[in-house]
């Protein structure tokens, strides 16, 4: 369960996160209730997920994993430019968070 209690709270906190440009400094009401919405689902899962999994682990999967959503989303959503360093860094981070998965002691069953 706790995976699932990861996943909820990597995909909430990327709402939040994409949803800030859209809230100009919060003074745009739907988008900044998103952000609020979506930081606070994510950190209440976060914090459910501290229980079976260690703090380093979790954090390097939630905001890895994080990083590369809300670039992609940037892409998607505000149309940035991705360049080829963009990539090979995502791919890294997503490299890194395998490794932590498949190769690390610390990481949770």
Known sequence: MHWIYLAVAIVSE??????LKAAQGFTR???????VTGYGISF???SLVLRTIPLGV?????SGVGIALV?????????????LPTFLGIGLIIAGVIVINVFGQ???A
């Not at 009401?29 to 952000?35: D, F, K, S």
């Not at 670039?71 to 360049?83: E, K, N, P, S, V």
Request: zero cysteines.
């Open 29 to 35: 009401g739907v988008p900044t209730l998103l952000v």
């Open 58 to 62: 979790s954090y390097a999967i939630w």
């Open 71 to 83: 670039t992609l989303a940037g892409w998607f959503i505000y149309d940035q430019r991705l360049d």
């Open 44 to 46: 209440y899962f976060l």
């Open 106 to 108: 610390s990481a949770a």
């Open 14 to 19: 990327v709402i939040g996160t994409a949803a």
